[in-house]
């Protein structure tokens, strides 16, 4: 060995709203049963019209939708139903059969609650096991990219976009008369609940949703449940990555914020770095982290920590003199999803062996 410890399978939550949305959460899908059903019937008449919550009787766990911004009628499990999104309103005739996502994080979460064949292609990368947690979901999917012509070829009921998608993509593919979904990820393993939900009743698959928000829920609250506990040291962690050149992960990134829900200290961002930055070898030095995590593939992880643990400037560095470089998946670090989970419950592993140290984190379950 040669310090790069393996990190393989893979900020507190403080705001009351957030907290109290999980709760509200898992309260509801532990009275949800699996058998119920997922179409609504209407409501006997009245000889006064009814309110929109009295129309319908919903199944356990299913107001929850209301809670979710871009469902119209929240009430409304029938089709057709309505969403809106800021690429604008839509109306859905029948669940989806033939879906194109334009980010590997919605098409993971697609994945996770209709199975990866409701897409009608994907990007190359997204059935490589080194970027992909899902990646046997898109194996002998058609190659797709962002080509406007190549979208439309497909012949997709929906698209869906996500905030890095370019504006002029959205743009001609609306204009075209392609209906576009822009659910935004969230660098945060519990924002992206809601994100999960309105996929959830886009594909019609709204029991699924409510399991599998409930999945990420219990999994991340059970881990902040057990530092809170514990209240342990926190350790300064740089995530890091190198292909042409260094780059370190600060606020707002992906990593960043899979070490703040692991219970660590974010180095980056706590030095002021905002997203992806490049750094030499002297910035690292000036950060000075506890723990050096390698987001990027093994083999050249370990090259890299080599390198970090004989270069003399960095030295007096924590992470080198205690030969804390630690490995962590592509899979559950820089893609926005649900797999992130994975990545936070890893982490606080790594972090904290003496409290999850005899811990086996599983992958999440599947439709």
């Known amino acids: 060995m040669l310090g790069l410890n393996r990190n ?48 319908r009787a919903l199944p356990a766990g299913f107001d929850q939708f209301a809670t979710v911004p871009g469902i119209i009628d929240p009430t409304n499990f ?21 879906i194109y996502s334009l980010s590997l994080g919605h098409a993971e979460i697609v994945a996770a609650l209709r199975g990866g064949d409701v897409l009608v292609a994907a990007a190359s990368f997204f059935s490589d096991p080194a970027t992909s947690a899902s990646h046997a979901e898109f ?4 190659e797709a990219g962002s080509d406007p012509e190549q979208i439309v070829a497909l012949d997709p009921e929906i698209v869906i976009a ?11 593919l609306t204009d075209i008369g392609i209906d576009v979904v822009k659910a935004d990820l969230e660098n945060s393993a519990l924002g992206n609940v809601p994100n999960i939900l309105l996929l959830g009743y886009m594909l019609g698959t709204e029991q699924r949703a409510i399991e599998l928000a409930a999945e990420v829920s219990q999994r991340v609250t059970s881990i902040s449940e057990r530092l809170s506990s514990a209240n342990p040291t926190r350790p300064r962690v740089l995530s ?49 982290p506890d723990i050096i995590m390698l987001a990027q593939p093994e083999e050249s992880a370990l090259a890299l920590a080599n390198e970090l643990y ?10 080198i003199k205690n030969r804390r470089i ?14 992130n989970v994975l990545g936070i419950e890893e982490s606080a592993k790594a972090f904290y062996p003496e409290l999850f140290g005899g811990e086996t984190f599983l992958p999440f379950s599947h439709p």
């Open 162 to 172: 996500s905030a890095f998608t370019s504006a002029d993509l959205i743009a001609q």
């Open 326 to 339: 630690l490995h962590s998946d592509p899979p559950y670090y820089t893609t926005l999803s649900h797999w």
């Open 240 to 288: 890091m990555s190198r292909y042409s050149d260094i780059f370190i992960a600060g606020s707002g990134s992906t990593e960043g914020g899979i070490i703040e829900a692991a219970g660590a200290i974010n180095a980056a961002a706590e030095d002021g770095v905002a997203g992806h930055q490049n750094v030499g070898i002297e910035g690292i030095a000036a950060i000075n």
């Open 78 to 98: 029938g089709w057709p139903r309505e969403i809106e999104t800021s690429t604008g309103r839509i109306e859905i005739a029948a669940a989806p059969e033939r």
């Open 8 to 55: 393989r399978t893979g900020s507190y939550m403080s705001k009351l709203s957030l907290i109290a949305f999980t709760i509200a959460l898992l309260a509801i899908a532990a009275c949800s049963s699996t058998d119920e059903p997922t179409s609504v019937p209407e409501a006997t008449s009245t000889s006064e019209p009814p309110t929109a919550t009295s129309q």
């Open 310 to 319: 004989a270069d003399p400037a960095l030295a007096d560095v924590p992470a």
């Open 139 to 142: 194996e002998g999917l058609p």
